[in-house]
């Protein structure tokens, strides 16, 4: 029949009534939303596996570290460890909640594990005199400049925290990347993107042709022109990709948390061992400084004054595992770098099933024969131009943005834990919030995107900025000093109406 009433396809004859072509638009749009969120899945699987994987990997080294503990430590040091059990679990169950994303500052943490292991040791290494709590305040204070733990806690600390803040940024940065992948391929195509999508996969029906192919170069600029929002991901996606690499070589490397996290009870056994061999001198010193305390009336047991035990623990080592976990991951990362700008071609590809570059016997949108226009570049700038799909520059989707702001913010921190900071994300986004998806990014990855000042707090995992309150959060802190300046002024007023 004549193709007049066609508002798609070309108005030659064709086969096609006002409904066909309708439900050919639809069906169009269903499958090709059906192809991105495919191929997203592909994606997300990916980077959830991995996360799952060294999740699970990480997990167990902390959970074979406190089994060790809690093994050896019954025999080892009798009441010290009984009657203190809850020291030691509450150290592991605050490493475990930093590790997780929650709001801990995990140098204080270990501060704090310290600080409640030697007031215990020190009244079981005294229990013939009566020591208060304001004893202890004082104890603390003198014998922090006496180390009677030794070099631990200050070495345990520096390569814990750095071990812990690669791992979490690490296991983070997986999440963060599947999470953006869903949302943008969640995103719904617009009208002209489906009429377009229409023309390249339908319309050679309508006109008698459904054996004939799209042509490849004209299913490109059709694609292209549809998903140019998502092409512009694509820096701020590699330097994620990258990132993510460079922090796993420090995990399995400077920071190699196997050797860091498999022998923490190790360290705190050793801890233990170096105040035992130095009690007396410790204490000789804290009497000095803080006085000597009144004498107990209750008596001291056997268990309380017995050495304690040295032995010397062992711990199995992952790391054959643990480079294996990297490898992967590396290889990973690598294949998915490109993820963005190499979707068309591949939708084309594998799903549309366009025909290849030099065919002219091919569908061109109007007929069968060659595509002569050429292939548009990525990105939503250089859609400009776009034959087959009319693509307004001036509005980029605000979904997509928020998402490259994602990855910006989840880059920014892998680039800290590659030098062992601790970057709170809201500081992140207020450091980069200026910046456009196209940045130039230093040799090192990002490295040196960091925050003025690293601090060890966490905030609410991969959180996206929220700008407007920022923004007025910041407005009322400046305005406190003329606030306060304004009600000094009333102040003095009201004062001098009284002196009248």
Known sequence: ILGEHLRICPQGYTCCTSEMEENFANKSRSEFEAMMKEAGRTVQMTLTAQHRSFDGYFQDLLNKSEKALYDAFPSLYGELYTQNVKVFKDLYSELRRYYRGSNINLEEALNEFWTRLLERLFKLMNPQYHITDEYLDCMVKHAEQHK??????????????????AARSYAQGFLVGSDVVKKVSQVSLSHECTRAIMKLMYCPHCRGMSSVKPCNNYCLNVVKGCLANQADLNTEWKYL??????????????????????????????????????????TAKVFQGCGNPKISTKGSSSEERRRWGKVALEAKSSAQALEMLVLDAKGNLTALKTYWITLPG?????????????DDKCWNGMTKGSYLPE??????????NNPEVEVDITKPDMTIR????????????LGNANIGNDV????????????????????DVCGKRLSKSPSTRQPETHAIPKQSGHGISGASNRSLPS?????????????????R
Request: glycine share 6%.
């Open 424 to 443: 709170d994300f809201q500081d992140a986004s207020d450091d980069m919030s200026g910046s456009g998806s196209g940045d130039s990014c230093p040799d």
């Open 346 to 358: 591949n939708l084309c590809s594998k799903k549309i099933m366009a025909s290849s570059v030099a």
């Open 148 to 165: 009677p733990f030794g070099e631990v806690p200050r070495d345990l600390k520096v390569k814990a925290t750095r071990a812990f803040i």
């Open 241 to 282: 990709m990258d990132s993510l690499v460079i922090v796993a070589d420090r995990i399995d490397g400077p920071y190699n948390v196997d050797t860091v996290i498999g022998t923490i009870h190790m360290r705190i056994s050793e801890a233990i061992s170096n105040l035992q061999e130095n009690k007396d001198s410790i």
């Open 375 to 384: 292939v548009m570049g990525d990105g939503l700038a250089n859609q400009i």
């Open 402 to 413: 928020q998402q490259i702001m994602q990855l910006k913010i989840m880059t920014n921190r």
């Open 483 to 499: 606030a306060f300046l304004l009600l000094l002024s009333v102040a003095f007023l009201a004062a001098q109406h009284l002196w």
